[in-house]
């Protein structure tokens, strides 16, 4: 096989979470390091592809040998995935925050002594994944995470589905297991036709076996 199966292809990966904001002191956000996913972007530049990271806020640096995008919001993340389109592989790793506040304040919104909390009003969040697994333009390759704390299986065929995805890549982020913010994962690669379990490797033993394995869907 040539060192660089995936010279002249093109692909999108987002990763860490978004942060949306409650005012402009607080937000929303959930778990996620940026690892895995920058892991990806990395692997996949090093089989030769031209790779755009769309990251929200990490505090791990950019990967060597990609062009790597900061956006704080999921509609920010929607829109620098969608304006790359079109790509041949669009790996969707990015913990993005299922709501947002329906209308954030501009002013910091003040603790008033005696009084109750402000309910938040949230709305949902636009799907990036399955956005990009119905697009006009959709890569040939589409590939989505799905971090279950059960049912990890049945969660990731369903959302291969719903989402419109080639691959999903599962995996139980349940605390006790140390994936999220560890450098380790154990994973399933769920497609139509199988499910494979991996064991449990390092992160960036991840990213490049999933690489391979886009590569060799490619191919
Ligand atoms: O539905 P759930 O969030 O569990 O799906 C996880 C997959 O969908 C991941 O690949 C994640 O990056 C992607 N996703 C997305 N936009 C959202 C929610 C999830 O791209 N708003």
Do not use: C
Not at 37 to 54: F, M, R, S, W, Y
Not at 165 to 170: E, K, N, P, Q
């Amino acid at each position: 096989a040539s060192p660089k199966p995936l010279a002249g292809k093109t692909a999108i990966v987002t990763s860490g979470p978004t942060h949306e904001p409650i005012d402009p002191v607080r937000y929303i956000a959930n778990r996620s390091s940026g690892r895995q996913g920058h892991a990806i972007a990395a692997a996949l530049a090093k089989l030769g592809a031209d790779v755009t990271l769309v990251s929200g806020p990490v505090t791990i640096p950019d990967p060597d040998g990609v062009t790597t995008l900061h956006v704080e919001t999921a509609a920010e993340m929607l829109e620098a995935v969608t304006s790359h389109l079109p790509a041949d592989i669009a790996v969707m790793v990015a913990a993005v925050a299922d709501w947002r506040v329906a209308s954030s304040a501009d002013q910091k919104i003040k603790k008033m002594p005696g009084e109750a909390p402000a309910p938040l009003m949230l709305t949902e969040n636009p799907d990036i994944l399955k956005t990009v697994g119905h697009h006009e333009k959709r890569p040939r390759l589409v590939v989505g995470f799905a971090a279950e704390t059960q049912n990890v299986e049945e969660n990731g065929r369903s959302k291969l589905q719903r989402k419109g995805a080639d691959l999903i890549v599962a995996n139980d982020v349940s605390p006790q297991t140390g994936v999220m913010g560890g450098m380790r994962n154990q994973v399933k690669i769920i497609s139509e036709t199988a499910i494979d379990a991996w064991p449990d490797l390092g992160k960036d033993e991840v990213a490049m076996r999933l690489a391979e394995l886009i590569a060799a869907r490619l191919a």
